[in-house]
């Protein structure tokens, strides 16, 4: 094709600083990935800056922003918490569940 660089870069809307630089990659990327997954398998409840912190106590050189890329790009998440059921409080201190008596009572 006999059209420019910069006339091409102008046409699909991306700068020219990208066609140049070559992105690199890290050696230790897939293993790193392959310890942030199963850290995440274990501790279910932990987000993406507890499990850096465990990846940093265990002698992986990392910061969040690394890890949080890697935990986006995996697709993981942090399931939402279950909401506590209602109680009705008594005044002696005891917790008690209020007991259906008929339908759509609670």
Same mark, same amino acid.
């Given at each position: 094709m006999n059209?420019?660089?910069r006339r091409a870069c102008r046409a699909l809307? %991306?700068?020219r600083s990208t066609q140049r630089k070559v992105p690199r990659?890290?050696?230790?990327?897939?293993?790193?990935?392959a310890d942030l997954v199963a850290l995440a398998e274990k501790y279910g409840r932990y987000g993406y800056?507890?499990?850096? &912190?465990?990846?940093? &106590?265990?002698g992986w050189y990392v910061n969040d922003k690394r890890v949080e890329r890697i935990w986006r790009r995996e697709?993981?998440?942090v399931p939402?918490? %279950?909401p506590k059921r209602g109680r009705i409080w008594d005044n002696d201190g005891s917790c008690v569940r209020?007991?259906?008596?008929h339908r759509n009572h609670v």
């Open positions: 059209i420019s660089e809307g %991306q700068h990659g890290r050696d230790d990327e897939e293993a790193l990935t800056r507890k499990i850096s &912190a465990l990846l940093k &106590a265990a697709g993981l998440k939402a918490k %279950q209020l007991r259906p008596e």
